[in-house]
């Protein structure tokens, strides 16, 4: 399909059935849900397109009661020693970490890469006014070389293979990596720069030697990569011009 909308009306009527047989389906699970049946329809959701601020809220709500509820419970169950009171209350509570950590999965990462998504750098590395780093470190930016090549060459579902295997390659440098973009990713170290760049030279070597293959064709998938560091209250924006201007140059020497 190659219009948007009668896509999202397939993945709509896909989940309907899927869900037929649940009598409570909460916003955070249909989120789920559509995230991974759009992946049949090689359709990329965006986080605001996945979960909008009131099915979050609603979500978070939700939560609120059932802990009040559980603290309640918890100081009733201690008051009068009703130890199945409080073994039903440390249930329900283990219960509602899981909740929580599965809607923290589906707000902060990426649905296909398992990477960091900018949501969670927006909420995790700036501070409060948005634009300001809450710590020291170095940023790098990572652009792949040709992907679109690939996808018209190969086909898209190839395409996110590769986005997986850098993803997970990066992941080995020790940063934290976010998929920043399309095909950009960033990685964010606490080291410093001599540092961080000895271990992304590693992960770009390993690609300059790493073949794809599809049947009986074979092809490379490398990056270019551009590195700046920051302080605390250093401004987002500025460090990420400068590590992609440092990105460019390096792609344009390759």
């Known amino acids: ?23 409570v389906v909460f916003p955070a699970q249909y989120g789920k ?35 009040s509820e559980c603290t309640d419970s918890a100081i009733e169950a201690i008051e009068t ?37 900018r949501k969670w750098f927006d909420d995790s590395i700036l501070d409060k006014d948005g634009v300001s780093m809450i710590k020291d470190g170095v940023l790098a930016v990572i652009d792949l070389n040709k992907f679109k090549h690939i996808n018209d ?12 295997h850098i993803a997970h390659k990066l992941k080995t440098t020790g940063g934290k990596v976010i998929r920043y973009g399309g ?8 080291s410093d720069e001599k540092d961080a760049k000895i271990k992304m030279e ?5 690609f300059q030697k790493t073949h794809f293959k ?9 990056f270019a990569y551009g590195m700046a560091s920051f302080t605390k209250g250093s401004i987002r924006s500025a460090i990420i011009d400068q590590a992609d201007s ?9």
């Open 202 to 206: 590693s992960a770009l070597s390993y």
């Open 81 to 117: 020693q009703n130890t199945a009171q409080l073994q039903a209350v440390l249930a329900e509570a283990k219960k509602l970490r899981e909740e929580t950590n599965e809607l923290r999965k589906m707000v902060y990462i990426d649905n296909l890469t398992h990477a960091y998504n």
């Open 1 to 23: 399909m190659t219009n948007s909308h009668e896509e999202h009306i397939a993945i709509t009527a896909d989940i309907k059935k899927e869900i037929e047989s649940l009598k």
């Open 33 to 67: 849900l559509y995230a991974e049946l759009a992946k049949k329809y090689q359709l990329e959701l965006k986080p605001d397109e996945l979960l909008n601020p009131e099915i979050l809220n609603e979500q978070m709500l939700r939560h609120i009661v059932t802990l």
């Open 246 to 254: 440092a990105m460019y140059n390096h792609k344009h020497s390759l």
């Open 153 to 164: 060459t190969y086909g898209h579902t190839i395409g996110d293979k590769v986005l997986i």
């Open 214 to 222: 599809v049947e009986t064709h074979s092809f490379k998938a490398c």
């Open 183 to 190: 095909d950009e990713f960033i990685v964010l170290f606490d």
